[in-house]
């Protein structure tokens, strides 16, 4: 089995709020995304993406600000990342 | 008050800022340098990016990618501008058209340095896009910035591959290509631009050079100024109280998150107010609320 894996940022930290941002990796070889790829998300939310099958396996923490850094902002703060399991394509004999 | 001759201004007070004062500055004088407006710079403070399309003619871009092919020579960091390259170079000529040499100096300010400059070429079919990145490392100056100068002296078109931009993305605060597990952000730009284009950018911006998918060489030259001068009311302040100002100022991307999004609001007045010397300056009272410590009145004694 090979994993394709999916990373949606959303607008906030509902699981159902608005994609913002995406990444696709191919487990199986099949495709190469890459970036800047896509204009349109794959999902309006990431709510749609479990209808469509994808498994949640990690969602980024609440932390809150660090002291003195509470208006910094840095890196998407919503991240979670989503699997499906395929059949290898070029299986070993 | 002192005043210094400026080429081409009336007259241009010693800044307050040089002397640590706020709120003295002498506006300066419409003149026929081709400096950015202050709508025009509060886009870029947005935005973290400014194009001018079109504005290089075509036979000083048929030079430049010449001279591409052929390489660039080496430039010290910290040269300063005037004296980096040849007056038979097309940098020099590029740095000298109007429309781009008033933008910079809009940004930068008089007598810059330059920083490296760069041929960047993406081959026929070349496969893969950069990681998205900010170049240089991590750089969280509050009232400065370098700008770099991007210049595609041939058409870009969509199949080629131009730069990936993050529209206002250049006040976030990463490291290089920690950022490079983010392939697409809703609005993001995937520059198409006629010949002779040249875009300006904070050096914050995140960005990437994209996968090109055709038979012909794509041209990018890049060239990173640091300034000299205080950043201050660099540009034409005719229109420095324009609604529009604040308007692009509040200007929200579709790639932020609801919460960030208000923070990213927050910081662009903070440097607002920093290039143009007024700590009064708000969007939304977004800084004033927060800021808004009162103190006790001291009580005076009863006699």
């Known amino acids: 089995m ?92 | 008050m002192d005043l210094t001759k400026v080429e081409n201004y009336q007259q ?38 400014l194009r001018l399309d079109g504005v290089v003619p075509p036979e000083l871009n048929e030079r430049a990618v010449a001279a591409l092919d052929e390489g660039l020579p080496h430039v010290a960091y910290g040269t300063p501008l005037s004296a980096a390259f040849g007056q038979d170079t097309f940098v020099h000529a590029l740095l000298a058209l109007p ?10 300010g008089p007598g810059p340095t330059v920083d490296h400059h760069a041929v960047h070429v993406r081959e026929p079919h070349e496969g893969h896009a950069q990681d998205l990145h900010a170049d240089a490392i991590i750089d969280v100056r509050p009232d400065a910035f ?26 976030r605060r990463i490291n290089e290509t920690d950022i490079g597990r983010v392939q697409n952000l809703r609005g993001q730009t995937r520059l198409t631009c006629p010949a002779g284009t ?66 990213e609001i927050h910081n662009r007045v903070l440097l607002w107010r920093a290039l143009t010397g007024d700590d009064l300056f708000d969007v939304d009272h977004w800084v004033t609320r927060v800021t808004n410590r009162p103190t006790r009145p001291t009580r005076r004694s009863h006699v």
Do not use: C
Not at chain 1, 8 to 22: E, F, H, K, P, R
Not at chain 1, 50 to 62: C, P, V
Not at chain 1, 69 to 75: G, K, R, T
Not at chain 2, 24 to 32: C, D, E, G, K, P
């Open chain 2, 99 to 108: 429309v781009v040499a008033g933008a910079v100096e809009s940004l930068v």
């Open chain 2, 198 to 263: 040249v875009v300006l950018v904070h050096h914050g911006i995140w960005h990437s050079g994209r996968r090109n998918d055709t038979e012909r060489r794509r041209h990018m030259y890049k060239l990173r100024l640091n300034p000299t001068v205080p950043q201050v009311r660099l540009w034409d302040t005719a229109d420095l109280h324009d609604p529009a100002v604040t308007a692009e100022l509040a200007t929200a991307f579709p790639w932020y998150e609801q919460a960030t999004a208000r923070l």
């Open chain 1, 2 to 93: 090979r994993q394709q894996v999916l990373v949606l940022y959303l607008a906030t930290s509902a699981l159902d709020s608005q994609v913002v941002g995406w990444s696709r990796y191919d487990g199986t070889g099949r495709t190469r995304p890459t970036t800047g790829d896509g204009d349109e998300p794959p999902y309006l939310t990431g709510l749609a993406a479990l209808h469509d099958g994808w498994r949640l396996f990690q969602a980024s923490q609440l932390l809150p600000p660090q002291s003195g850094h509470e208006y910094d902002v840095s890196f998407l703060k919503h991240e979670f990342f989503f699997e499906k399991l395929e059949e290898d394509p070029h299986p070993r004999t």
């Open chain 2, 146 to 171: 370098d700008i770099q100068l991007m210049y595609y002296p041939h058409e870009v078109t969509a199949a080629m591959g131009g730069t990936l931009s993050v529209p206002g993305s250049h006040l």
């Open chain 2, 12 to 49: 241009w007070a010693n800044s307050a800022h040089d002397r640590g004062l706020r709120g003295a500055y002498v506006r300066r004088m419409r003149t026929s340098k081709h400096l950015l407006t202050s709508v025009e710079v509060a886009r870029f403070v947005a935005q973290g990016y």
